[in-house]
T-cell receptor, first 115, second 114 residues
């Protein structure tokens, strides 16, 4: 299969809470993995990526580690802010491990952070 | 900031009309992708193009939809005889060696069919 499964939302948290959004993938190879974020009315912005097993992508306090054993790429942040409210998409690239080619997206997880 | 540029941002068409969406890739990028996002859903791949070539069109509907990326000018996604179900956000993305092959997205074109 060529699927990406991510935690269903919506996720609602208070400011400074810990965030985890689970993401698992199916692939016969070792694809590159990505997290994209979409703010209301806007396009997708690349949040972070990892191109090989055990790589950790990080940006703006968010982190995700490429776990080959569990085929997972869970997104975490230690202390969320109201401005983190958005939809988060997990995605994987082609099975050749290249970042070229189409992306396969999860359905997205809506995160709302309250002050 | 010469990112991926899409226009128009918003487009309203009556049923049966044609919609034409344009995408200029990031400078130095030669790979273009089109995705569709239906309300409350994730992104669905439509087509992957390089200059003058369609690489993968496995996500394109068989009828009414076409895409091109000419040698000169932007990539065009064309939807003929639009129907209400075509209402969606259409995102263009591009990649190339100039950005380490990472795929970057435009801000999207929101099509509303009335």
């Amino acid at each position: 299969g060529n699927s990406v499964t991510q935690m269903e939302g919506p996720v609602t948290l208070s400011e400074e809470a810990f965030l985890t959004i689970n993401c698992t993938y199916t692939a016969t190879g070792y694809p590159s993995l990505f997290w994209y974020v979409q703010y209301p009315g806007e396009g997708l912005q690349l949040l972070l990526k990892a191109t090989k097993a055990d790589d950790k992508g990080s940006n703006k306090g968010f982190e995700a580690t490429y776990r080959k054993e569990t085929t997972s790429f869970h997104l975490e942040k230690g202390s969320v802010q109201v401005s983190d409210s958005a939809v988060y998409f997990c995605a994987r690239g082609s099975e050749r491990g290249s970042t070229l080619g189409r992306l396969y997206f999860g359905r997205g997880t809506q995160l709302t952070v309250w002050p | 900031n010469a990112g991926v540029m899409q226009n128009p941002r918003h487009l309203v068409r009556r049923r049966g009309q044609e919609a034409r969406l344009r995408c200029s890739p990031m400078k130095g990028h030669s790979h273009v992708y089109w995705y569709r996002q239906l309300p409350e859903e994730g992104l669905k791949f439509m087509v992957y193009l390089q200059k003058e070539n369609i690489i993968d069109e496995s996500g394109m509907p068989k009828e009414r939809f076409s895409a091109e990326f000419p040698k000169e000018g932007p990539s065009i996604l064309r939807i003929q005889q639009v129907v209400r179900g075509d209402s969606a956000a259409y995102f263009c993305a591009s990649s190339g060696t100039s950005s380490g092959n990472t795929i970057y997205f435009g801000e999207g074109s929101w099509l509303t069919v009335v």
